[in-house]
């Protein structure tokens, strides 16, 4: 079992920055790829960014490529997405996902998820 716990959303101006964290417990951290991903008011959820377990690969969403980067630091069991030059559009509850497959990660059917953070993104 793993447990996650996501942190850093609030309230920013259209081209700030904010960095998400979420923190996993429970089981061996680097044996597992995690994701972002995003659901805003009535539209579905959507994958936003991935890394493997090695955090060596890396995938985005065409929509943050190039403003949002991925990160891991398997000592600290933490996974963060650096979130740059932000629009209203990313305005969303972001959600942490872990999965042992990388492509689980990927398509959105990771075994675990967080309970989200609000990010909300002001013109």
């Known amino acids: 079992q793993v447990q996650l716990v996501e942190s850093g959303g609030g309230l920013v101006q259209a081209g700030g920055s904010l960095r998400l964290s979420c923190a996993a417990s429970?089981?061996?951290?680097?044996?597992?790829?995690m994701g972002w991903f995003r659901q805003a008011p009535g539209k579905e959820r959507e994958f936003v960014a991935a890394i493997t377990g090695s955090g060596a690969g890396r995938d985005y969403a065409d929509s943050v490529k190039g403003r949002f980067t991925i990160s891991r630091v398997n000592a600290k069991s933490t996974v963060y997405l650096q979130m740059n030059s932000l629009k209203p559009e990313d305005t969303a509850v972001y959600y942490c996902?872990?999965?042992?497959?990388?492509?689980?990660?990927?398509?959105?059917?990771?075994?675990?998820w967080g309970q989200g953070t609000q990010v909300t993104v002001s013109s």
């Open positions: 996902a872990a999965d042992e497959r990388f492509n689980a990660v990927v398509v959105g059917t990771a075994d675990y």
């Open positions: 429970g089981r061996t951290f680097s044996s597992y790829a």
